[in-house]
């Protein structure tokens, strides 16, 4: 028995290992609070849904034209006979139609390791031969990544610096959390960490700090906390805030000299919150008849914070819907007009509790990814405007200021995520990835993404390969042992992209003539490097790897947003027209032909317990991220089951829209709109706002016509963009129906491999067509 190190989006651990197999996981000994989602390894690396070998859909051997993925076998096969067709499929779509023509931004989180990072590598593979069309943006925050920076100047108000929690332990009064902070965000971390803080940042809170959880549900602050809640209905939040902003303006409580000095266009907004612009006053009245919250509340709130150090929080969530810009704005305006940007403790931030930011100390821990190159082509699109560039090529669509034409895309290539976990109307998607010519997919299990592909790589976990993770906000840099052999013929993604390079003559390119282990090495030098120009003298290659890890000391400064900025406003000018902050963008305006009048503002969401179509479908679903996984990662395994009930997810429903329904605690119930149906089993809370459900994302897709025989709420969710500003994903914005299920539940045919055939019954004609 061995004791190695490895770490995975989950966090550090140690695994014992025996006779080539993964017996036990260990916590991290320096961890305060380590995810127990590292605990399905052991299962999970030997699962019998790993993909074996490389394989091809048989339907597209034969030239089916795409009609038959997700549904069709595949044939096991040799990896030259896999690699060969790859790179020949490759080689005739840039040849015949262009390098735009391959659409390859492989959006998702594959692993931890910072050297085997699947994104990198493909995007680092594609430009070697010429380019191909990306991805820009991402599911999690993509309306914010586009819009912040025409108002605040960055986007690192989304949770990559953020006031940390030891200035608001040590100065701030209340914080106003817009949907609360979430207790099962904090466990994951692109890169892997070594130090779960959320511990840690709850525990700063409770040292005087008033925490108002204002979401539709209760326990998006953990119970085990004092809070106050404020019920609110979903997409509302910006409607609450202008509101709050109009008790100060009209109490005379703005502070007048910091929006004069540090802010642009406060005038312009203050005019639209009086109702001087559209004969509408955004009062506590009006705003109570959009968020069912009551006036009194509103007003009473707004005025509570006056002489107080407030913290406007936002989650993520909040962007992810229609005009899901429009809240981030509006917080930012709120913190303005109180006048504390900059000040220890006080201003807003975006994003405590995800991806575990904590308000940790600026470690700014220096790590290394292989660089992706120069993208000839200049291609790209947002992440979630995926679909309607398969299905509408030519088509055009606003996003930034730009017009962008939609590329003909004849080849797709995924690796290291999964686009039926993340995206919306996943029928949608299905018919949007039968357009292509092919699919090709490097992948570790059989996921919706790679039953819908034709070409399937076998590629291995973090555990079967050596790295380095780590994280910018995380102290520890780690050494990711190789803990077991490949499962099957699985390879690395960086193998199998150096093999297509081989044959599609760019393998110097792309290797730059190093091994995996040899650009290991080149990492160690670099981050050693970056540490030594900070004063830290780092261990050789070989002692950070017997040890395990390194820690970086804690900064001696507690990080504040904007701090430089309020200290000296012109030496440290923001990146925006003014150099302030824009409570009004004469931008936003022409980049959306005037459809948003360039200040926070309340915009239909459309789909809301407000709209006509409430009459129809009633329910507001809400759609958060799982507790029991990451994204739709590990769903197989006995700690994501754990979650589930009858093999469905849970959807929590207030107890009385249950009641009228006929819907009791346990039922298996079926939510549906016009664009698809899933099944769940119902909980039953009255901690939440009624009309509302939540139905956590990441249950593997398993289509049978329009509905899922699983509980993937995307088959429910719209694929429409944010605005024309942000173009992200508006997943939050959905209405559906509950009714209780009659009938036997479906089997879910996701919980074994598709049929997987041996190459000897390939014929003859077909193992040399395609070749």
Same mark, same amino acid.
């Given at each position: 028995m061995t004791i190695q190190r490895s770490a995975s989006h989950w966090g550090a651990f140690r695994a014992e290992v025996v006779d080539g197999r993964i017996k036990t996981v260990l916590p991290f000994e320096h961890d305060p609070r380590p995810s127990p989602l590292n605990s399905v390894w052991p299962e999970m690396v030997n699962s019998p849904l790993r993909v074996a070998a490389p394989a091809v859909r048989s339907g597209w051997l034969e030239g089916d034209g795409g009609s038959g993925r997700g549904e069709d076998d595949f044939f096991e096969v040799t990896w030259d006979y896999a690699l060969d067709l790859a790179a020949g499929e490759i080689g005739r779509v840039r040849e015949t139609f262009g390098n735009k023509a391959l659409f390859a931004g492989s959006y998702g989180w594959s692993s931890a390791g910072r050297l085997h990072h699947a994104r990198t590598l493909v995007r680092r593979f594609f430009n070697s031969i010429g380019g191909f069309t990306d991805q820009m943006t991402n599911y999690s925050y993509g309306a914010a990544m586009t819009f912040l920076p025409r108002v605040v100047g960055t986007q690192s108000a989304i949770g990559s610096h953020l006031t940390s929690a030891r200035s608001i332990r040590d100065h701030c009064d209340v914080m106003l959390a817009f949907g609360g902070i979430p207790t099962k965000n904090w466990e994951v971390q692109a890169g892997g960490s070594g130090e779960h803080r959320y511990d840690l940042f709850m525990a700063a809170l409770s040292h005087g700090t008033q925490l108002i959880n204002i979401s539709p549900l209760k326990a998006d602050v953990g119970d085990d906390h004092a809070n106050r809640w404020i019920p609110i209905r979903p997409n509302t939040d910006t409607a609450l805030m202008l509101a709050m902003m109009r008790v100060l303006d009209r109490e005379g409580e703005v502070d007048r000299a910091f929006l004069e000095r540090y802010c642009a266009g406060a005038d312009i907004l203050c005019d639209y919150l009086a109702g001087k612009t559209d004969g509408v006053e955004k009062t506590p009245q009006w705003a109570s008849s959009i968020t069912a919250v009551s006036a009194e509340t509103i007003e009473a709130l707004a005025l509570s914070l006056i002489g107080k150090r407030v913290l406007v929080?936002?989650?993520?969530? &909040?962007?992810?819907?229609?005009?899901?810009?429009?809240?981030?704005?509006?917080?930012?305006?709120?913190?303005?007009?109180?006048?504390?940007?900059?000040?220890?403790?006080?201003?807003? !931030?975006?994003?405590?509790?995800?991806?575990?930011?904590?308000?940790?100390?600026?470690?700014?821990?220096? /790590?290394?990814? &292989?660089? +992706?190159?120069?993208?000839?082509?200049?291609?790209?699109?947002?992440?979630?405007?995926?679909?309607? %560039? /398969?299905?509408?090529?030519?088509?055009?669509?606003?996003?930034? *200021?730009?017009?962008?034409?939609?590329?003909?895309?004849?080849?797709?290539?995924?690796?290291?995520?999964?686009?039926?976990?993340?995206?919306?109307?996943?029928?949608?998607?299905?018919?949007?990835?039968?357009?292509?010519?092919?699919?090709?997919?490097?992948?570790?299990?059989?996921?919706?993404?790679?039953?819908?592909?034709?070409?399937?790589?076998? !590629?291995?976990?973090?555990?079967?390969?050596?790295?380095?993770?780590?994280?910018?906000?995380?102290?520890?840099?780690?050494? %990711?042992?190789?803990?077991?052999?490949? +499962?099957?013929?699985?390879?690395?993604?960086?193998?199998?992209?150096?093999?297509?390079?081989?044959?599609? *003559?760019?393998?110097?390119?792309?290797?730059?003539?190093?091994?995996?282990?040899?650009?290991?090495? #080149?990492?160690?030098?670099?981050? @050693?490097?970056? &540490?030594?120009?900070?004063?830290? +003298?780092?261990?050789?290659?070989?002692?950070?790897?017997?040890?395990?890890?390194?820690?970086?000391?804690?900064?001696?400064?507690?990080?504040? %947003?904007?701090?430089?900025?309020?200290?000296?406003?012109?030496?440290?000018? /923001?990146?925006?027209?003014?150099?302030?902050?824009?409570?009004?963008?004469?931008? +936003?305006?022409?980049?959306?032909?005037?459809?948003?009048?360039?200040?926070?503002?309340?915009?239909?969401?459309?789909?809301?317990?407000?709209?006509?179509?409430?009459?129809?479908?009633?329910?507001? $679903? /809400?759609?958060?991220?799982? #507790?029991?996984?990451?994204?739709?990662? %590990?769903?197989?395994?006995?700690?994501?089951? !754990? *979650? #589930?009930?009858?093999?469905?997810?849970?959807? #929590?429903?207030?107890?009385?829209?249950? =009641?009228?329904?006929?819907?009791?605690?346990?039922?298996?119930?079926?939510?549906?709109?016009?664009?698809?149906?899933? $099944?769940?089993?119902?909980?039953?809370?009255?901690?939440?706002?009624?009309?509302?459900?939540? $139905?956590?994302?990441?249950?593997?897709?398993?289509?049978?016509?329009?509905?899922?025989?699983?509980?993937?709420?995307?088959?429910?969710? =719209?694929?429409?963009?944010?605005?024309?500003?942000?173009? *992200?994903?508006? !997943?939050?914005?959905?209405?559906?129906?509950?009714?209780?299920?009659?009938? @036997?539940?479906?089997? &879910?045919?996701?919980? =074994?491999?598709?049929?997987? =055939?041996?190459?000897?019954?390939?014929?003859?004609?077909?193992?040399?067509?395609?070749?």
């Open positions: 929080t936002a989650n993520w969530s &909040l962007q992810r819907a229609r005009h899901g810009e429009q809240p981030y704005w509006a917080a930012i305006a709120l913190a303005a007009m109180l006048g504390q940007i900059g000040l220890p403790g006080g201003g807003f !931030a975006f994003g405590y509790g995800s991806s575990n930011g904590m308000g940790n100390p600026r470690f700014d821990t220096p /790590l290394y990814s &292989l660089h +992706v190159g120069d993208n000839p082509t200049g291609s790209a699109i947002p992440v979630a405007r995926v679909a309607d %560039m /398969l299905l509408t090529p030519g088509g055009t669509f606003q996003y930034d *200021g730009r017009v962008i034409t939609y590329p003909d895309i004849h080849l797709v290539y995924w690796a290291g995520g999964n686009p039926f976990h993340h995206h919306q109307d996943l029928n949608r998607l299905r018919e949007a990835f039968r357009r292509p010519d092919t699919v090709i997919v490097n992948e570790c299990y059989w996921t919706a993404t790679a039953r819908h592909a034709d070409i399937v790589f076998p !590629a291995t976990t973090a555990l079967e390969r050596d790295d380095i993770g780590g994280a910018s906000r995380d102290p520890f840099i780690l050494a %990711m042992h190789k803990l077991v052999e490949p +499962v099957g013929q699985a390879r690395n993604d960086y193998q199998i992209f150096a093999a297509l390079a081989e044959r599609l *003559g760019a393998h110097r390119a792309f290797t730059e003539g190093r091994s995996a282990e040899q650009w290991l090495e #080149k990492a160690w030098l670099e981050i @050693s490097a970056r &540490l030594a120009a900070r004063g830290i +003298v780092a261990p050789q290659l070989e002692q950070f790897w017997e040890h395990g890890y390194i820690r970086i000391p804690d900064p001696d400064d507690d990080y504040v %947003m904007f701090a430089d900025f309020r200290a000296d406003p012109e030496k440290h000018r /923001l990146n925006t027209p003014s150099g302030k902050i824009e409570l009004f963008s004469q931008q +936003v305006v022409d980049f959306t032909n005037g459809a948003q009048p360039g200040h926070p503002v309340w915009l239909d969401p459309e789909e809301w317990l407000g709209a006509t179509a409430a009459d129809v479908h009633p329910i507001h $679903l /809400l759609t958060p991220q799982p #507790k029991h996984r990451l994204h739709g990662q %590990m769903d197989w395994s006995a700690h994501s089951r !754990a *979650g #589930k009930r009858h093999g469905r997810e849970i959807v #929590k429903m207030h107890r009385d829209d249950a =009641r009228a329904r006929g819907i009791g605690d346990g039922d298996i119930v079926r939510l549906f709109n016009d664009r698809g149906a899933c $099944l769940a089993v119902a909980e039953l809370e009255t901690a939440m706002m009624r009309g509302v459900a939540l $139905l956590a994302t990441g249950a593997t897709y398993d289509p049978e016509g329009k509905a899922d025989r699983n509980s993937n709420p995307n088959v429910l969710t =719209r694929d429409i963009g944010s605005s024309e500003l942000g173009q *992200g994903c508006a !997943a939050q914005s959905c209405l559906v129906e509950i009714e209780r299920f009659r009938g @036997s539940l479906p089997e &879910l045919r996701i919980e =074994r491999p598709p049929t997987i =055939r041996s190459s000897e019954h390939l014929r003859d004609e077909l193992w040399g067509a395609r070749a």
